[in-house]
């Protein structure tokens, strides 16, 4: 696939306030703020779910305001679309709180998987668990077979309604190549053909989507000092009479397409990817380079017409894990980091209007 790298920089006179009427159009995404969060949460699993038809969006776990291990916690909400309200539901059913894991829903039950737990002496382990929680009755169900890799940062998307893919992600100690491929009907995991084992396609802190039959991520860290940003797109046609085959491609896009921590969706078949930042940093907001707080990127990038885009937004988050999508052309970002590494009780809503 041939990308021609153009960027369309979008720019605006007046900001979105925190006033729950301020509507702002930005190209075709109009973006509505709606009522905060309980408290302010980043690095967070986010999912939607549907109950008789009413939607609804959910959060679970992240980092408190104070950006240390210890703020790292297991609490989950769920926000009543309609009514504009929150509800504080059943912390994630693990021992300790995590960060960096993902959340995806797959008919009626949210799967979060992953994620990673910081110790007060500063290292961390990669999380094997799968939870799975009911959306109907409003309650965790027992945890799914544990991941046989566990992993962090990692991609993750829902294929036909029926499979669940984890690709690539840090497990530990470094970046892997794998692709875990989950179930949910048998409860049981199959390896999936893994990206090719290099530093174009391995990654922490990217983030895809799958359109039809086909995985698309984009940017992330590689390994190596201050881990590198990317600017990558890779491809991943999946095999639809067998899928744990995966034919693997990419291509390098230009410089300003770096990307990390983005949140990936996708509209009319167009992967898109919100949010960010363009300068790699570990949990705290502090970049590994050592330039100090990063800022977010305020933008989308997407591909339309062969060609990957960028628009400018106004005051979208960096530190996003995932996007509430309330259907085709609705979705949600919750929380995540703003400028002045400020971690955020912010929730936008997103709908895109041709």
């Known amino acids: 696939m041939t990308i021609k ?19 702002q159009a930005i190209k075709k995404w109009h973006l509505t703020l709606l009522k905060n ?3 302010p949460i980043t690095n967070n699993a986010v999912s939607e779910g549907f109950i008789k038809g009413k939607a609804y969006v959910y959060t679970f776990g992240g980092l408190d305001s104070t950006k240390r291990y210890s703020g790292i916690h297991r609490r989950s909400y769920r926000l009543d679309i309609a009514n504009n309200t929150w509800q504080q539901i059943a912390d994630v059913p693990d021992t300790l709180g995590k960060i960096a894991g993902a959340a995806s829903r797959i008919k009626n039950t949210i799967y979060i998987l992953g994620g990673y737990h910081v110790f007060a002496n500063g ?5 094997n668990k799968v939870h799975r929680y009911d959306i109907v009755n409003n309650i965790f169900l ?7 890799i566990p992993i962090d940062d990692h991609v993750q998307g829902v294929w036909r309604d029926s499979l669940l893919y984890v690709i690539t992600g840090w497990s530990n100690k470094a970046n892997v190549p794998n692709v875990q491929i989950y179930n949910p009907q048998t409860n049981h995991w199959a ?9 174009m396609y391995k990654s922490f802190g990217a983030s895809g989507t799958i359109v039809g039959d086909t995985i698309f991520y984009l940017g992330g860290a ?20 067998n899928p744990t085959e995966i034919q693997w491609s990419h291509q390098v896009l230009d410089t300003s397409f770096v990307g990390y921590r983005m949140a990936s969706t996708r509209v009319n078949n167009t992967p898109h990817w ?21 800022t977010p990127s305020n933008r989308d990038v ?4 062969n060609e990957a885009n960028i628009t400018i937004l106004n005051s979208l988050p960096m530190d996003v894990r995932g996007v509430a999508e309330v259907n085709d052309s609705v979705k949600i970002l919750i929380g995540g980091i703003e400028k002045n590494q400020k971690v955020s009780n912010k929730v936008y809503r997103l709908e895109w209007k041709e």
């Not at 590689?222 to 009479?241: C, D, E, T, W």
């Not at 997407?302 to 017409?305: E, G, H, R």
């Open 5 to 23: 790298n153009t960027i369309l920089l979008l720019l605006f006179i007046s900001t979105i306030t925190s006033s729950q009427s301020d509507t």
């Open 37 to 39: 969060l309980p408290e």
């Open 222 to 241: 590689a390994m190596g000092k201050f881990y590198p940003i990317q600017h990558i797109l890779r491809k991943g046609v999946i095999n639809k009479n």
């Open 142 to 148: 027992k945890d799914g077979t544990p991941i046989p």
């Open 274 to 294: 919100l949010g960010g930042s363009t300068v790699t940093y570990n949990y705290n907001a502090i970049a590994y380079n050592g330039s100090g707080g990063v």
């Open 191 to 199: 390896v999936g053909t893994p990206v090719p084992n290099n530093h």
């Open 302 to 305: 997407y591909l339309s017409k």
């Open 123 to 127: 290292t961390e382990k990669s999380s």
